[in-house]
């Protein structure tokens, strides 16, 4: 019955080695999204897609990009990843953008450790 | 630049007991404005959404209010037992920034049996 699914759910890297988290989503919604949230704060957007029209975040840093091949699945690289980005990273879907049918709907999370 | 406020940040009660979680935003140009719950180390559960044209929304033993113009909303929940206990987040989708969700930091919600 799961409706957006992330893995894995937790993943351990190296400093510096490139990383990929994993989305996807049974729901058949246009827009997929990518927040980053650390400990005992708010998540913080990091990207979204909309169909297949990427949408980067002005404070994004390079170090993250994201992937969607098709409607169901999208991936968030982390290029190098530096301790600083240890995290839960969270992917979201809506059905649309605007002022309706927006509501988003989220996966249970993975959460990056960097060694 | 829409900013969103929760207040308190942390909240202990006792099992029983009727609470009420606030939160505000200073942009009231809104498409709508969402509850969420996290348990710790997992993601999101939509609690409830009300769109800028509603009042309020209501989902078992939690209701939620919207007052547009103030910039404010609550989350009422009755009744609370151990398993409400988690954090509580809102969010609104605000018109100059369209899907793009704007969160709080969170009330942390302990209820103590």
């Known amino acids: 019955d799961a409706m957006v699914i992330q893995n894995p759910r937790y993943q351990v890297t190296q400093f510096g080695k490139p990383v990929t988290l994993s989305c996807s989503q049974t729901l058949n919604h246009n827009v997929m999204y990518w927040y980053q949230q650390k400990s005992s704060q708010a998540p913080k957007l990091l990207f979204h897609?909309?169909?297949?029209?990427?949408?980067n975040e002005a404070d994004t840093p390079d170090n993250f990009q994201s992937r969607r091949p098709n409607t169901s699945f999208c991936f968030l690289d982390i290029r190098s990843p530096g301790l600083g980005d240890a995290a839960m990273y969270l992917c979201?879907?809506?059905?649309?953008?605007?002022?309706?049918?927006?509501?988003?709907?989220f996966g249970p999370g993975t959460r990056l450790t960097v060694l | 630049k829409q900013e969103v406020t929760q207040i308190p940040a942390a909240l202990s009660v006792p099992e029983g007991e009727n609470l009420v979680l606030n939160c505000s935003f200073t942009?009231?140009?809104?498409?709508?404005l969402q509850w969420f719950r996290q348990d710790p180390g997992k993601g999101l559960t939509s609690l409830l959404l009300?769109?800028?044209?509603?009042r309020e929304q209501t989902s078992g033993r939690l209701n939620a209010s919207l007052d547009k113009s103030s910039g404010r909303s609550t989350l009422y929940i009755a009744a609370s037992q151990p398993g409400d206990s988690a954090t509580y987040l809102c969010a609104v989708a605000s018109e100059t920034s369209g899907s793009r969700l704007t969160f709080g930091e969170g009330t942390q919600l302990t209820v103590n049996p």
């Open positions: 009300i769109q800028s044209s509603q």
């Open positions: 979201a879907t809506s059905r649309d953008r605007g002022p309706v049918r927006n509501e988003q709907f």
């Open positions: 897609y909309y169909d297949k029209d990427f949408n």
């Open positions: 942009d009231s140009a809104i498409y709508n």
